[in-house]
């Protein structure tokens, strides 16, 4: 009796550790496919001509900042912080108002859009000019309200990931990234590179990080902070170089 309980409590043991990190490589492989498939995809259509899907995006998100904005004119400003507008863009808000959010811009935009790379965490990570509930489940997507990338000075590209998603690490360590490392975008057959130049820590409720500067042309890793308690934002801002 005490040797199959021995032997029981074996089986569970290599459970416990051998479950989460198949998934994780499961995980893994999966963002690697989508990543593969969308790149197989985007040779195929290399010829076509995408401007009229950047432009239809660039309007969505412009008409969804713009709802945002007056629906919630008659709040006061904190500080000079913009809380409404940051409280609809975010994409770690509550079900209720995700849902929202993605009826009014998201839901139909989860075409693979590239991918993001970030060689330092070995990080790779499909790319979606959307950051709905199902595209960050399994990959980066583009923030509401903030621009596409590859638009020059004076854009600011917001991009968010889960820090850690049922076993994938997705953005779990982009705190450990420094002024200097690089993070790389593919995006509609063109390559972007970008240096790290700050990292801050705000609350939910901030968008003054997230506006443009009229000289530099930005992308930002936008996250949950502290893990797992996620109560505020990890903001990771990078320079195109």
């Given at each position: 009796?005490?040797?199959?309980?021995?032997?029981?409590?074996?089986?569970?043991?290599?459970l416990?550790?051998?479950?989460?990190v198949?998934?994780?490589?499961?995980?893994?492989?999966?963002?690697?496919?989508?990543?593969?498939?969308?790149?197989?995809?985007?040779?195929?259509?290399?010829?076509?001509?995408?401007?009229n899907?950047?432009?239809a995006?660039k309007?969505?998100?412009?008409?969804?900042?713009?709802?945002?904005?007056?629906?919630?004119?008659?709040?006061?400003?904190d500080?000079g912080?913009?809380n409404?507008?940051?409280?609809?863009?975010?994409?770690?808000?509550?079900?209720?108002?995700?849902?929202?959010?993605?009826?009014?811009?998201s839901?139909?935009?989860?075409?693979?859009?590239?991918?993001?790379?970030?060689?330092?965490?070995?990080?790779?990570?499909?790319?979606?000019?959307?950051?709905?509930?199902?595209?960050?489940?399994?990959?980066?997507?583009?923030?509401?309200?903030?621009?596409?990338?590859?638009?020059?000075?004076?854009?600011?590209?917001?991009?968010a990931?889960?820090r850690g998603?049922?076993?994938?690490?997705?953005?779990?360590?982009?705190?450990?990234?420094?002024?200097g490392?690089?993070?790389?975008?593919?995006?509609?057959?063109?390559?972007?590179?970008?240096r790290?130049?700050?990292?801050?820590?705000?609350?939910?409720?901030?968008?003054?990080?997230?506006?443009?500067?009229?000289?530099?042309e930005?992308?930002t890793?936008?996250?949950?902070?502290?893990?797992?308690?996620n109560y505020?934002?990890?903001?990771i801002?990078?320079?195109?170089i």
């Amino acid at each position: 009796m005490r040797r199959k309980l021995v032997v029981i409590l074996m089986v569970l043991g290599i459970l416990c550790i051998a479950v989460p990190v198949g998934f994780q490589q499961y995980k893994r492989w999966q963002a690697q496919d989508i990543i593969a498939r969308s790149e197989k995809k985007a040779r195929k259509d290399e010829h076509k001509n995408s401007e009229n899907q950047v432009k239809a995006t660039k309007a969505s998100q412009n008409k969804d900042k713009h709802n945002s904005q007056n629906s919630n004119s008659d709040r006061k400003k904190d500080n000079g912080n913009e809380n409404s507008a940051a409280q609809n863009i975010d994409p770690f808000v509550t079900q209720g108002v995700r849902r929202g959010i993605d009826d009014a811009f998201s839901r139909s935009i989860t075409e693979v859009s590239g991918y993001l790379q970030i060689k330092k965490i070995n990080v790779k990570l499909p790319f979606y000019l959307s950051a709905s509930t199902r595209n960050l489940a399994n990959g980066a997507g583009l923030i509401a309200g903030t621009d596409v990338p590859g638009q020059g000075k004076g854009h600011h590209s917001v991009v968010a990931g889960h820090r850690g998603y049922y076993g994938a690490t997705m953005f779990l360590r982009v705190n450990q990234l420094t002024s200097g490392d690089q993070i790389f975008l593919r995006f509609r057959n063109h390559n972007y590179y970008y240096r790290v130049i700050e990292k801050k820590i705000i609350a939910p409720n901030n968008s003054t990080a997230l506006q443009p500067i009229r000289d530099k042309e930005l992308l930002t890793l936008f996250t949950c902070h502290p893990y797992p308690t996620n109560y505020q934002r990890l903001l990771i801002i990078a320079e195109r170089i």
